[in-house]
């Protein structure tokens, strides 16, 4: 017998989720990060000794090995900047994103 049970991902009604809620989001986006991004790193591969730290401390796991550096996949990137601040070599700059 299992103790797991399988819950409908958005009929609200079947799922027992009372109707006196806020409001839940039903619909999926279909905007990714780097769609409203206002800063996005860049690598100086000069500098990159392909540590890891910054893939380390990404939290949306947007940096992508290549085969001397590190670099971001720019459509999940958020441009928190926290790979930049945590980079020990000083290898990643934050710039503003071009409207």
Not at 31 to 50: E, I, Q, Y
């Amino acid at each position: 017998m299992s103790r797991h049970h399988s819950y409908p991902l958005f009929n609200l009604e079947q799922a027992g989720v009372p109707d006196d809620l806020c409001p839940v989001a039903t619909v999926v986006s279909p905007m990714l990060p780097g769609d409203w991004r206002s800063m996005r790193p860049v690598v100086n591969r000069d500098k990159c000794v392909k540590c890891a730290v910054c893939w380390l401390y990404c939290p949306v796991q947007c940096v992508e090995e290549h085969a001397a550096w590190f670099d971001f996949n720019l459509n999940t990137c958020k441009g928190c900047g926290i790979c930049a601040n945590e980079c020990p070599q000083r290898a990643i700059t934050m710039i503003g994103e071009v409207q």
